[in-house]
């Protein structure tokens, strides 16, 4: 059932405040937009909280423990409430960012720790943060779609689709984080939207086994190694990637792929996994070529990425601030613009982008001892 009530402010614009923690488990991402769900009037500032390496080590154990874990299990518990802190703590520091832009309504995506077909969970606690920053909370975005029979994610899309407004078709929006998504806009047909494969998760874990640092920063390991050809293929003959759109994965859905790389040096096997994210992305079946390409998410920064995507893609290949956009707060604003969605009662998802049954809403109201637009109402 949609949220009540609509929104309160004249024009139907609001300030929503987007929090987005990704696959990647590096931070939250806090971004505040003006938006009344459909139009984005304006983009605000917008920021990542790093998690610490001991929070950033609980989550991760948590996604291997998932399928087992009980709601309530007390390791559970505890990092979903050190999570939310970190998204109180994200919120008071965008509100002291824009002190002319007032907060009215929180998007809260909290973290994916499984995502599998007819299933998928995200922990954070909306009653705290709600408590917390005396504001209303939007939350549990993915769950009415997954009950609805989609496969609740990507959810990206329409806001992808809000900012390709006036974009020449055939154009894509494509997200590296963790997992890689892509969104496209074709030239005649409704919005087409994926998962594609993984993102950088792959390489991450390779860097942190063969290095103990998270990622490999600036491609530096992929750019001095060279692809082992027989296992990309391999890699690739997995059939997710000859399945077309929509469809969507877990962040560990392809892990056991490290483990065809062993007795690979670290710069081949970095090399290696480049080349598997992007022919993954080239690979997906689609019912149009993109002509332009415009790349968000933490893979852009990677050089190494970059390079392989602008030989595997036909059309061109463009970092997201080649729009203006914030390619790294573009998730963050999505969660903002899904909140105002939500509240008003309009689609989170299509039938074209999760595989939905038909157009879905999606998203709870949390609030807590406040008025849905706070002081302001
Ligand atoms: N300078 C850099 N060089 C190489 N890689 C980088 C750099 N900066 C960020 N990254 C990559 O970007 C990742 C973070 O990306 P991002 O924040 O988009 O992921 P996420 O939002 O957590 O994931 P998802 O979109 O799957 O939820 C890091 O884990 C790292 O792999
Ligand atoms: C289940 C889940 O959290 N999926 C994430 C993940 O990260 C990227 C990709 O996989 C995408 O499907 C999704 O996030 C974005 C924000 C989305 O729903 O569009």
């Not at 290949?317 to 008003?344: H, I, M, T």
Request: aromatic content about 6%.
């Amino acid at each position: 059932m949609p949220n009540t009530p609509k929104t309160h402010q004249p024009d139907g614009f609001v300030n929503a405040l987007g929090l987005m923690s990704g696959t990647s488990l590096d931070g939250v991402d806090a971004a505040l937009i003006r938006t009344d769900g459909t139009d984005i009037a304006a983009h605000g500032p917008s920021f990542t909280l790093p998690y610490t390496a001991n929070l950033r080590q609980r989550l991760r154990t948590l996604l291997d423990r998932a399928p087992d874990l009980g709601a309530d299990d007390a390791d559970l518990k505890a990092a979903e409430h050190a999570l939310t802190v970190v998204h109180v703590q994200a919120v008071q520091r965008l509100r002291h960012m824009a002190p002319d832009m007032p907060v009215d309504l929180v998007g809260f995506h909290g973290q994916t720790i499984l995502h599998r077909p007819g299933r998928t969970w995200q922990i954070g606690d909306a009653a705290y943060l709600s408590a917390q920053t005396n504001l209303p909370v939007i939350h549990d975005f993915r769950s009415a779609d997954v009950a609805a029979g989609g496969e609740g994610a990507p959810l990206v899309p329409l806001y992808h689709a809000a900012l390709l407004r006036n974009a020449p078709a055939p154009v894509a929006v494509l997200n590296i984080g963790g997992v890689a998504n892509l969104s496209l806009i074709p030239s005649h047909d409704p919005i087409v939207a994926c998962d594609t494969g993984p993102g950088n998760a792959l390489l991450d874990d390779w860097a942190a086994q063969h290095t103990g640092i998270p990622y490999d920063k600036d491609g530096q390991l992929a750019l001095g190694g060279k692809v082992a050809h027989n296992i990309l293929e391999h890699l690739l003959a997995h059939p997710f990637f000859r399945k077309p759109a929509p469809k969507s994965l877990d962040r560990l859905s392809f892990h056991n792929a490290l483990t065809c790389l062993e007795g690979l040096n670290a710069a081949d096997g970095a090399a290696t996994l480049v080349a598997f994210t992007a022919q993954t992305i080239a690979r997906t079946p689609l019912p149009e070529q993109p002509r332009t390409w415009f790349v968000c998410g933490g893979g852009r920064h990677n050089p190494a990425l970059m390079a392989a995507l602008a030989q595997a893609l036909p059309g061109t290949v463009y970092p997201a601030e080649q729009c203006g956009w914030k390619g790294d707060a573009l998730e963050a604003e999505c969660f903002g613009f899904l909140a105002v969605r939500s509240l008003n009662g309009l689609p989170l998802s299509l039938p074209t982008t999760t595989g939905v049954a038909s157009p879905q809403t999606g998203g709870r109201l949390t609030c807590m001892g406040i008025t849905p637009w706070g002081r302001r109402l």
